[in-house]
């Protein structure tokens, strides 16, 4: 009977033993309860991805293709997995962050998705000394990642899609014709401007000069045909100046409304 009795708790110690050890994981040398955290496979969004011209802009960019290649490993993902794969993703998102080289991301808008991208990569990365830590905060903490590089992908989207409108104007004969021909409607104003004072300031003089040398003070001077000619002139051109202002004043507010509905459909 005391034999039955050893023998019986000897097998139950170890299958309580194995039963333990198939319940844990060890990731960088922290234990991390099977049990609590989840083992099966997380499906998740794509989210954003990024268009033809802005994954052309940034197929050189080396540490974006790393993050881009592993964040695709997160889209089906358990949180064990998510957990093993967190240090290494930290690293690339810092890496990331600290390797803008095309100037029109050197913005601060992009500079902060990135940070906030790396922020969220490395509370998954703390989440791995927590030795019970909760399925629910791995899962959450997984999808804000996701979320992260998504809003990522849409400011590079937005960026690239605004540059290559602004090319398209540059390159557009009619647009340039407009802008052209503003231009030179706007010097030839400065042109007609500086006449017109001219004229007026001779014109001043010579009223001076006849008052002076004039026998009656009293005398009222008629202006004569040729005053009443600039006169006519002055006035056409000051309607003429207003009228072209106007129309640049369209012409650039219709650029600026374009490239505002392109930023406002790219967040």
């Known amino acids: 009977m005391k034999s039955f009795i050893l023998v019986f708790s000897i097998t139950l ?6 039963k333990n050890e198939m319940n844990s994981i060890s990731i960088d040398g922290v234990a991390l309860d099977t049990t609590v955290v989840n083992s099966t496979t997380n499906i998740n969004g794509i989210g954003e991805s990024l268009k033809p011209n802005a994954k052309k802009a940034v197929r050189n960019w080396e540490e974006y293709q790393l ?33 803008i080289r095309d100037k029109r991301l050197q913005v601060r808008s992009v ?38 590089f998504s809003g990522v992908n849409a400011k590079l989207n937005s960026i690239y899609s605004v540059g290559d409108l602004e090319k398209e104007l540059e390159l557009d004969p009619d647009f340039q014709a407009m802008i052209n021909n503003t231009n030179e409607d706007s ?25 002076s040398s004039s026998i009656k003070p009293k005398e009222i001077i008629l202006p004569t045909k040729e005053e009443k000619l600039k006169r006519r002139k002055k006035q056409q051109n000051k309607k003429g100046d207003f009228q072209r202002r106007i129309a640049k004043d369209d012409l650039l507010k219709q650029r600026m409304k374009l490239k505002k509905e392109v930023e406002k459909k790219q967040p």
């Open 111 to 148: 500079k902060a998705r990135l940070n906030v991208f790396n922020n969220e990569c490395m509370r998954l990365e703390d989440m791995i000394s927590i030795s019970a830590i909760k399925q629910e905060e791995v899962t959450f903490e997984v999808k804000k990642i996701l979320e992260a």
């Open 13 to 18: 110690f170890i299958f309580t033993s194995c």
């Open 67 to 99: 993050v881009d290649a592993m964040i695709t490993r997160f889209f089906a993902i358990s949180n064990a997995e998510a957990l093993s794969n967190a240090k290494e993703l930290s690293t690339l998102s810092k890496q990331l962050k600290d390797s």
């Open 187 to 211: 010097n030839s104003t400065d042109t007609v401007v500086k006449d017109n004072m001219h004229n007026i300031t001779t014109s001043k003089k010579t009223t001076r000069k006849r008052n």
